[in-house]
């Protein structure tokens, strides 16, 4: 190859163009210069959402962290049925009578009672009488009584 030497400034026929332009037959016959192909940019989303759709915060639940406050001090000695955790409305209906005479009746509704225990009237629930337990007469008198007792407070 001939050595380049650099042309005048101020010859017109020297001056080099900025930008060289190919046609497509060059560009096949030429290996170097790629040919023109288009780039697609795959559709894919946002890698962060939009900061006007953030949900709002989600409030923190009241934590419960002494056993006065899992079960109050109001709430003890109530007796409830364990199945909707408020009182009997009826106190007449929690029991029927299993024979004619009236002398044994049956639960219809398990029924617990919310006691304190020990020094500190720790809460705790037990169970009174189950769901089909026969009592005689004079144990459900006294459990009706108690339902009694407590609506009456209740309604006060």
């Known amino acids: 190859m001939p050595p380049r030497t650099r042309k005048n400034e101020a010859d017109p026929e020297g001056q080099i163009p900025d930008t060289v332009e190919t046609t497509a037959a060059e560009a ?5 210069v790629p040919a023109h192909t288009e780039t697609k940019t795959p559709i894919v989303a946002p890698l962060e959402p939009p900061a006007e759709s953030l949900p709002d915060p989600v409030p923190e639940p009241v934590l419960l962290t002494t056993a006065q406050q899992l079960l109050p001090a109001t709430a003890l000695g109530d ?6 955790g408020e009182h009997p409305a009826d106190p007449n209906t929690v029991f029927v009578p299993v024979d004619q005479y009236g002398n044994v009746h049956r639960c219809t509704a398990r029924l617990v009672e919310h006691v304190g225990m020990g020094a500190y009237n720790t809460p705790a629930t037990r169970l009174l009488v189950p769901v089909d337990a026969q009592l005689k007469r004079h144990q459900m008198e006294r459990v009706v009584n108690r339902l009694r007792a407590q609506l009456d407070a209740a309604a006060e």
């Open 28 to 32: 096949a016959e030429d290996k170097a």
């Open 79 to 84: 007796i409830v049925d364990e199945a909707t």
